[in-house]
């Protein structure tokens, strides 16, 4: 198989974008705010790929779907990502999106 081929016949970056897209639409179920504004970018860096992945600032919270159609609130603090709920949910909400 040649290099940067997938076993489909598409070339590894757009297979990767595809994929990424399809999973941000699955987890978080907005392909209207999410397909149409993900961008997904092959970067190469001291010799190896690195994928630069962007999701836009939405106008409201969103929910990821975690297991079993459970749905969790993140929120990224510093380097890390948490998840919300009950108060702290609800004061983030309010501080974020008024």
Do not use: C
């Amino acid at each position: 198989m040649p290099s940067g081929s997938s076993e489909a016949g598409q070339s590894r970056p757009l297979g990767f974008q595809l994929r990424m897209q399809s999973l941000v639409t699955w987890v978080f179920g907005r392909p209207n705010l999410f397909g149409r504004n993900l961008s997904v970018q092959l970067q190469h860096v001291e010799g190896s790929e690195v994928w630069l992945i962007h999701t836009p600032t939405l106008p409201e919270p969103t929910y990821a779907k975690v297991s079993k159609g459970d749905r969790v609130f993140f929120v990224r603090v510093n380097n890390s990502t948490r998840a919300l709920d009950g108060h702290d949910l609800i004061s983030y909400v309010k501080q974020r999106w008024g």
